[in-house]
């Protein structure tokens, strides 16, 4: 008899945004003629950067010529890749091509990488948090039953109101914590200074920070960190996951990448250490291919001087809906937070989220994402996510503004 893995069935539901899907559907098979507008999921909606299609169109031509044609990738990606990423994204930082491994995206590579840790590995992650940092750790077994809404072994990171979204440090000790700065879903972005209490954290508690860097484009604010190996000695506590999906348009297509510094290390049960680049490397060699050759052609296209325009006036671009959409919130007397440094706009509703998400969509045709869907943190509140177009924005806000009336 095949026998499923028992710890699937201690997740709840169905993941979130499938969940926003299944209702979405349904309300538009009930009202065909009403417009939907989607600002759940953080889906892009302008098109690829210029230079990036260009670059991938050029590659699909090396594939069909047998002078250029490429078969298997190296599993780390290509250096032609690898190396401007170190040299734009982490040069200051002392991160190396070689510390830069490739994937087809942050959601794989922050969901793979907790099956390096040992099944006791004690999972601190933010409360309201992505839910992929959640489930996967549900699905490998280190959760413990679901009790009055929360994981019994999990520590949760409150980031509430009271401390402005950044999560305190926990009085219990862990040894894997998540973090994601600017954060989804409540758009909130950390300083140095709150950072480096966790890098302190890590250091001392022998613990491994996953940092989640996927929406770092969004930071205009210069005095903010866009990297957490901006702060000393993180690179032997922490590893980042970026995307090329929110910098560039790239959710469709998939290409992300995370950097672990050679420095960064982990210990077994006997207290020895071990190189977590050495076992990341290892896992990523079995598992995963690399990312397709014409992808990562495109990715490495947004280093040029072109591409960097070309994505600057993109995340603007993002920036001026999100900018829209919290003026226009507040304007209707809603506390918001986000969408000055992230796509991501955290709405307080003052009513059960799942609620407001049903209310909205009923009366405006409107998507955002019910906060609860993140934790129960997130309860009272909904996110707005600033990746459609102005046009939609705007109409969206106004049909907003009507039915608040
Ligand atoms: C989100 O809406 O939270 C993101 O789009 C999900 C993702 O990047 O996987």
Request: overall charge neutral; glycine content about 8%.
């Amino acid at each position: 008899m095949i026998k499923i893995n028992e710890n699937y069935k201690k997740l709840q539901a169905s993941y979130l945004f499938v969940e926003i899907s299944k209702r979405v559907s349904e309300f538009q098979k009930k009202n065909p003629d009403k417009e939907i507008i989607r600002m759940g999921i953080g889906d892009v909606t302008l098109p690829l950067p210029a230079v990036c299609t260009s670059a991938m169109h050029k590659a699909v031509d090396d594939l069909a010529n047998a002078k250029t044609f490429k078969g298997y990738g190296p599993e780390q990606g290509y250096d032609f890749l690898r190396e401007p990423i170190a040299e734009n994204d982490f040069k200051s930082l002392g991160v190396s091509a070689d510390e830069i491994f490739v994937s087809d995206g942050a959601k794989c590579d922050t969901a793979n990488i907790q099956e390096l840790f040992s099944q006791d590995t004690v999972i601190a992650l933010p409360d309201p948090v992505y839910p992929v940092y959640s489930d996967t750790n549900v699905m490998a077994g280190r959760s413990g039953n679901f009790i009055n809404g929360r994981y019994e072994n999990f520590i949760y990171l409150d980031s509430t109101e009271k401390n402005n979204f950044i999560p305190d440090l926990p009085s219990k000790k862990p040894d894997l914590i998540y973090l994601c700065f600017p954060n989804n879903p409540t758009g909130a972005t950390a300083a140095k200074d709150q950072l480096k209490k966790w890098v302190d954290y890590a250091k001392e508690n022998k613990a491994l920070i996953l940092f989640d860097a996927a929406y770092e484009a969004f930071i205009r604010d210069a005095s903010l960190p866009k990297s957490i190996f901006e702060i000393a000695g993180a690179k032997e506590v922490a590893v980042e996951f970026r995307s090329f999906s929110k910098t560039a348009g790239f959710t469709g297509v998939r290409c992300g990448f995370i950097a672990i510094s050679k420095e960064c290390k982990v210990w077994d049960k006997e207290g020895n250490s071990h190189s977590l680049h050495a076992l990341w490397n290892r896992r990523h060699s079995t598992k995963f291919n690399g990312a397709s050759y014409p992808i990562q052609k495109g990715a490495a296209a947004i280093y040029t001087p072109e591409g960097k325009k070309e994505v600057k006036d993109m995340i603007d671009y993002y920036l001026t809906n999100a900018k829209v959409i919290r003026e226009s919130m507040e304007k209707l007397g809603y506390k918001c937070t986000g969408g000055d440094n992230s796509p991501y706009v955290w709405v307080k509703t003052g009513k059960p989220s799942w609620d407001f998400f049903d209310f909205l969509l009923d009366k405006t045709g409107v998507v955002c994402t019910p906060g609860a869907g993140f934790g129960a943190c997130g309860e009272g509140y909904v996110r707005f996510s600033a990746f459609n177009s102005k046009e939609k924005t705007e109409a969206a806000m106004a049909k907003v503004a009507e039915f608040v009336k």
